[in-house]
Structures are given as C-alpha cells and as structure tokens.
C-alpha cells in the first residue's frame, strides 16, 4: 500500500517541472537527482555509493545501493556493508567476500516522512532555479520597455504584476510628478534595475529614467525602430521637460519632422504618457557650438566661445534672447547643458555694436547660403560676431578661402558703414 501511495507523489514532483518555463530537461534532471541525494544522505549517511536513476517522462525513480560482501558477523555499517548470506540470499547466490553487491531501495517504503522531505527539499530548489530563471530573464532586459497591471499602490512604491505574473516595484522616486495608479491599470516603464540578494530577485522599474523616453519613441516612431533615425542624446526633467537629439541616416528624411509627426500626430502620444512633459526635437550635430545653439532653442544665439577641454561654453545672446535661453525657472539652459555635456554660461551683448547686430540669415540674397550655413556651424551667428573675430580665425575654422572671407567681411562692413 505505501508504494501505491507514494508513486502518485513522485509523479506530482516531476509534473510540477514540467510547468516551469526556462528550465531544460538537462537542469530538470540534475535537480531532482540533487534532491532525492540529500534526503538520501540524510537517510543513509552518505550518498556516496548510491546509484539514481531518474526518468522524468514516465515520472518514476530507480535507486540502488552498491554495498560490500563482508564475512557473516563481520557487518559494521549496513548502509555501506553486507553479509554473504544475505547477499546471496538477495538474488546474488554466486556473491564472494569483498565483491560489490547491488540493491534496489525503494524510496516508498521509507513512509511519508521521507516523501514529506523529499518534497520539501524539492520544492525549495525548484523555487530556487525560479528566482535563478527570472533573475536571469531580467537582468538582459534591463533598459527595456515593460508593462504591469497595478496590484497594489504603497505610498513610497506601486507594485505591478506582468503577463507572467512576476513583480515589478515601481518606487516613487522612479514616478513621474503627477502620476496616480488605480488597481487594475496598465502602466508602461523600463526596467532600471535587477538584483538577485539572498537568491531573491528584485525587479525595479522606472519611468523617469531617460531610458524611458528613448523606448517611447522608438515605439512611435518606426523609423527609430527601423534604424533609420538615431537618437544621439536625451535629457529630462522628468514631469517638466525634455530634449532629444536626433540624427537621420537618411538625406531624403527629416529626423525632427518623422519624430514630431504630421501635426504632432507621434509626439502627442509621448507627452500624454510623460504627463504632459514637453520635449524639444532638435537636429543632432557632431559640431558643439551648432549643438549647443539648437539646444538652446527657440533662443536664438549671437557668438559661443567654447573651452573644450573644459567641456564649458560662454553663449552670448542679445539681452531679449537671454530669457529664453535660461527658460521658466532655469529648465531650458539646464537641459541644454545636460544634453550637449558643457557647463553654459549665458552672456549679454550689451555693447552699442551688438544691439544693432543682423542676423548672417539676412544675407542670403548677397552670400551664398552654404558659405552662411558654414559660418554658423562654427558659431558665427551674426555679422558682428564674423567681423568681431580675427580674419585668420575665419578661414582656418570656417574652411573658406581667403579671397572668399575678404568678399563676406567687405559685404558686412558695408552694411553697417551704410
């Protein structure tokens, strides 16, 4: 009766691997082996000269005992030793002193305490492996876009539960101002961060890290996700605003304009989900001071002087420019420092020379564009900050030909002399 009894249990312990996701037959194996050997060892005080034999499809177990023949009386250990005459008398009639003799043991027989132990210790590594298997899946998604449906909101924490039911933590500290969860809701985030303390894993999700933004427009946008547009730079304060620097590898698109969307059909999506976070597109640039002008947008800027081992930049502005520059409580020339990597300092230009200053823009009908466009690259913005620089400098940084700045500093001067 209690090999009866028993048999259904094993069976039930190699059912419940069969459920586990992530977990090869190879592994499945050498657990239960592990399992049945350290309730064994307990049993028999070793394992040493026991033989497992497991077959997880059927769902059964073999397990000998190898055993050594000694002399009738002469047994000191049973669990390592037998007798001649029970060797014998145990199907092995031709058995001999110090030959080895093999016994099968079968696990039922030991009652259900053994089976209660069996189960436990099984139990335990198979929610070990879990942990493993989870922590392992995770931890290579890390910086991914992840959804959870709210099971419960704490006030420094809201836990989430995926499609698989494992838990993501969603601190406080990692919420966007604003954000309020109901039991039940979807709520989409990146996964900041995974570790795996006393084999215990925990999954923490995020949705102010800048990862986050990143993922929301390679999901909006197709492009991104196609490898057709890059993202080069983000900067965030999360629940306030945002910049993003984006790169097309392909002339025929505009990066800024895929991003945004016909009439700002893409971007909507995002600021929704951020809260109504507002972000600035802007062209990306391996030219620092172009990047730091656009960064500084919509102000517009008239000359930088860059200190690039400093990584720090001086932006001169005119002083109804300067406002716009730093932005509602410092946000606009934060993020630009955050996205371009320099320390900003914002300068006016509060020379007599500099407010009657013009634009290198208005001078497309006696410049040729490209020449502009080259000048501003290299943070000329504006005629008096192309006659204010040495003529050398010009040349060299600008790539122009001498004969070329001559004529560009004639036509400036020219206009302020008129």
Not at 36 to 45: D, E, Q, Y
Not at 65 to 76: A, C, I, K, M, R
Not at 143 to 168: A, H, P
């Given at each position: ?318 002083p109804e420019e300067v406002s716009l520059a730093i932005g509602k409580n410092g946000l606009n020339i934060k993020l630009a420092s955050m996205l371009t990597g320099y320390t900003i ?12 200053d013009i634009y290198l823009d208005d001078f497309k009908d006696e410049i040729d564009e490209w020449i502009i466009e080259a000048l501003k690259n290299e943070g000329f913005v504006t ?28 036509i400036l001067r020219a206009e302020f002399e008129d």
């Amino acid at each position: 009766m209690a090999k009866k009894e028993a048999t259904p249990n094993m069976v039930e312990q190699f059912a419940e691997f069969k459920e586990l996701k992530n977990i090869d037959k190879t592994t499945m194996i050498s657990v239960l082996e592990e399992s049945f050997r350290n309730v064994l060892a307990k049993m028999f005080g070793t394992d040493e000269n026991l033989d497992v034999i497991l077959n997880p499809d059927k769902g059964d177990v073999q397990i000998f005992q190898n055993l050594t023949v000694v002399p009738d009386g002469e047994v000191e250990n049973p669990n390592l030793q037998i007798s001649l005459s029970d060797a014998r008398a145990d199907d092995d009639p031709d058995a001999e002193v110090g030959e080895e003799h093999t016994k099968e043991i079968f696990f039922d027989k030991f009652g259900r305490r053994a089976i209660l132990n069996l189960r436990q210790t099984l139990q335990s590594k198979i929610l070990d492996l879990q942990h493993e298997a989870v922590f392992e899946k995770f931890k290579d998604l890390e910086g991914e876009l992840v959804s959870g449906e709210v099971y419960q909101t704490w006030s420094r924490e809201t836990l989430l539960l995926d499609d698989e039911k494992n838990e993501l933590l969603l601190p406080k500290s990692e919420s966007i101002p604003g954000d309020f969860f109901r039991k039940g809701e979807t709520v989409r985030a990146v996964i900041a961060n995974v570790d795996n303390k006393n084999n215990n894993p925990k999954i923490t999700v995020s949705r102010t890290n800048e990862q986050f933004l990143r993922r929301l427009f390679e999901l909006e946008v197709p492009e991104i996700h196609d490898g057709l547009i890059s993202i080069r730079a983000v900067a965030r304060i999360p629940g306030e605003r945002a910049k993003i620097a984006v790169e097309s590898y392909d002339d025929r698109i505009d990066p800024v304009g895929a991003c945004v969307g016909v009439k700002g059909s893409r971007i909507h999506g995002i600021v929704r989900e951020l809260r109504n976070e507002n972000i600035d597109v802007i062209n990306y640039t391996a030219n620092p001071s172009l990047f730091i002008q656009r960064a500084l947008s919509p102000a517009k800027v008239s000359s930088i002087r860059l200190d690039e081992e400093e990584k720090k930049a001086e932006v001169f502005l005119r002083p109804e420019e300067v406002s716009l520059a730093i932005g509602k409580n410092g946000l606009n020339i934060k993020l630009a420092s955050m996205l371009t990597g320099y320390t900003i300092d914002v300068y006016r230009d509060t020379d007599d020379a500099y407010e009657e200053d013009i634009y290198l823009d208005d001078f497309k009908d006696e410049i040729d564009e490209w020449i502009i466009e080259a000048l501003k690259n290299e943070g000329f913005v504006t005629a008096k900050s192309v006659l204010n620089a040495p003529r050398d400098m010009i040349i060299e940084k600008a790539d122009l030909e001498e004969e070329t700045v001559d004529n560009i500093l004639a036509i400036l001067r020219a206009e302020f002399e008129d």
